[in-house]
């Protein structure tokens, strides 16, 4: 038997090959279940298994501040399961990181509505009925926090915050009706301190900013809330007041009529809508009337729609300046001048005011005056045309100090040869010194000087020469005056016109 040889038929080997071939596949076949078996083991069937590995993921993610990946995380776990409360939870806790308060207050409610007794649900809904200015939404989950457990001071900070905006609204609203603008912006930012995402403290307090003049920040304001609100008729009212205190009529008028679609019982956007036309209607007949000369039906005008509103600023800036100009074509140059200091102290940077102002005082022969105005318009715009104004301010002013030698002989600067002579003879005769002889010593004096000054006069202006130089503004040589002797210059007249009164060519007074 140990050396006889085995001998396999064809046979036995075909089955003993087919054996084989099974038993590999069955190998095959076990190491699949295998595998499916540890499968099972490393990834859950069960939804809610899943859920809460994404819950934990989601509070990973939350806690390295992670949170628009916390958010997907915790919505992945609610869509798993969604009548988890603490889900929800988690998820108002993210939104309010983000700043998202009215998202993160739906799910702190839903989380209350699958569970009642939810406690730090009804934390957040305070907190974030404070973030949005809901002063009894805070209040009504304060209370309820209280009646689940009575020691929780959970929400103690949201209760003493709601209370001090109670107090908040009440000194805004005394503010408001006042028209203390300024002091309800600086009450609105403490609000905003404690309510940071309510709208109705943000756009308050842009509607006080615009009726201050601060149209800019306003405007701000009013864009960023429609951009979270398209259909916020508040919002839209803010624009249009912006656009209204900015010389806008038309636009603004548009935004008020958009408000009142939105909120057709918009009582602020009536008003302004109203207020607005009847502005613009005012204006553009003041102006149609000065364009056709009718200056004093025009001053009326513009004079009522100044009464429209003392806050708009730019309108009542253009509206004063028009007055003024009409003033100007009256002869009322004192009232046109009042009226461009209105208009300064509204705009210092109204150009053409100022230039009116310069002229009216140039006018009013107020040179000093004229000259600082022209100077300090040539600062906000170097134009040739300033520039000429300014020399010839100041060339009126150097001869406004030399002695006026027309107004010492009450006479127009057209007089004629014959008029300057007749009023020196009787300026002379009025100041003569012997006519004063028995006057006290400071009278005496105070004659002789205006005697002297009626002598210059006339040797001035009765010289053609020297009257031209005179009247280009030129100076007169002080030789020239250093020279002059009025007795001799009287004499001489009275001499050579005929004008003595004795026959030997003497002058004698009867008094």
Do not use: W
């Not at 499916?36 to 490393?42: C, F, G, Q, Y």
């Not at 107090?167 to 005394?174: D, S």
């Not at 004659?447 to 020297?466: H, N, P, W």
């Amino acid at each position: 038997m140990d050396g006889e040889v085995i001998v396999i038929s064809d046979s036995e080997r075909e089955e003993t090959s087919s054996n084989s071939e099974m038993d590999v596949e069955l190998t095959v076949e076990q190491t699949v279940d295998a595998n499916a078996a540890a499968a099972e083991e490393i990834v859950p069937k069960d939804a809610a298994t899943i859920a809460e590995e994404k819950k934990k993921l989601g509070n990973d993610q939350y806690k390295a501040q992670n949170y628009q990946n916390a958010l997907k995380l915790y919505t992945d776990a609610i869509s798993l399961c969604p009548d988890s409360a603490a889900y929800y939870g988690n998820r108002a806790a993210c939104y309010m990181m983000l700043l998202n308060y009215n998202s993160a207050l739906a799910d702190a409610r839903h989380a209350i509505r699958i569970d009642p007794g939810f406690e730090k649900a009804y934390v957040r809904v305070a907190k974030c009925c404070l973030a949005l200015g809901d002063i009894i939404g805070t209040e009504q989950a304060v209370k309820m926090v209280a009646e689940l457990n009575s020691q929780s001071t959970a929400a103690s900070g949201e209760q003493a915050a709601a209370l001090k905006l109670r107090q908040l609204e009440t000194t805004i609203q005394t503010n408001y009706d006042t028209k203390a603008y300024r002091n309800v912006v600086f009450y609105l930012d403490i609000a905003l301190k404690l309510a940071p995402a309510c709208l109705r403290y943000r756009l308050l307090k842009a509607e006080c900013l615009a009726f201050l003049g601060r149209c800019d920040e306003a405007l701000d304001i009013a864009v960023g809330v429609m951009k979270l609100d398209t259909t916020s008729a508040d919002a839209i009212y803010v624009r249009g007041l912006c656009l209204y205190y900015t010389d806008n009529l038309d636009k603004g008028i548009l935004h008020f009529e958009r408000a009142l679609t939105l909120d057709p019982d918009h009582y602020k956007s009536k008003q302004m809508r109203s207020k607005c036309k009847q502005l613009k209607e005012m204006k553009e007949n003041g102006n149609m009337l000065f364009k056709s000369g009718r200056y004093r039906e025009a001053h009326v005008i513009y004079t009522d729609a100044l009464k429209i509103d003392e806050h708009n600023k730019d309108i009542n800036s253009k509206l004063l300046y028009n007055r003024a100009l009409v003033n100007t074509r009256i002869g009322n140059l004192r009232e046109a001048v009042v009226d461009c200091n209105k208009v300064l102290e509204l705009n210092n940077q109204y150009l053409k005011a100022l230039l009116l102002r310069a002229r009216c005082y140039n006018d009013l022969e107020k040179f000093e005056e004229s000259v600082a105005d022209y100077e300090t318009a040539l600062q906000l715009e170097k134009t040739p045309e300033i520039k000429r104004l300014l020399r010839e301010a100041k060339f009126a002013l150097k001869k406004s100090k030399r002695k006026d030698y027309y107004k010492i002989l009450g006479i127009g600067r057209s007089a004629t040869d014959d008029e300057i002579k007749k009023a020196y003879r009787k300026k002379a005769l009025v100041h003569h010194p012997d006519r004063h002889a028995n006057s006290s010593a400071e009278e005496r004096k105070e004659e002789e000087l205006k005697f002297k000054e009626v002598g210059e006069a006339y040797a001035i202006l009765s010289d053609a020469r020297k009257k031209s130089r005179y009247d280009s503004g030129q100076d007169i040589e002080e030789q020239e005056q250093a020279d002059f002797d009025p007795n001799q210059m009287f004499r001489s007249f009275f001499q050579f016109n005929g004008g003595g009164g004795g026959r030997n060519n003497s002058f004698n007074f009867e008094f």
